[in-house]
């Protein structure tokens, strides 16, 4: 994967407290590096990747609770890693075609 950091348990656990701000604070400070290279690594524009970015933590919020650590289930970085690729399939597969560039389908964005 892309420079992961190391995962703390017990900051996700933080997470799941809507209450708790700076674990929230700390999770996007620690994550949205990753999650912004990864989308401009796909060749999105700086801004898109931060909205992208930003939309990404917002999924995070809605879906927190389900995450369990297990040895089973996916590690964090590997859920937050999947949100992220949907996201940015999802972004990419929504984007006009940039006249400028001269791109004339979504296939020409993606390679």
């Known amino acids: 994967m892309t420079d992961w950091p190391e995962t703390s348990e017990s900051l996700i656990l933080r997470v799941k407290d809507p209450q708790d701000e700076a674990s929230w604070r700390e999770l996007v400070a620690v994550y949205r590096p990753v999650v912004f290279r990864m989308a ?3 060749g999105l524009q ?3 990747a931060e909205d992208l970015a930003q939309g990404v933590f917002v999924s995070v919020a809605r879906a927190i609770d389900q995450w369990q650590p297990s040895d089973e289930g996916p590690r964090f970085r590997n859920w937050l890693a999947r949100i992220t690729r949907n996201a940015i399939i999802n972004a990419l597969t929504r984007l006009r ?3 400028a ?3 004339s389908s979504v296939a020409d964005v993606l390679n």
Request: cysteine-free; glycine content about 8%.
């Open 97 to 99: 075609p940039d006249r």
């Open 40 to 42: 401009r690594s796909r």
């Open 101 to 103: 560039a001269g791109a």
């Open 46 to 48: 700086h801004e898109d």
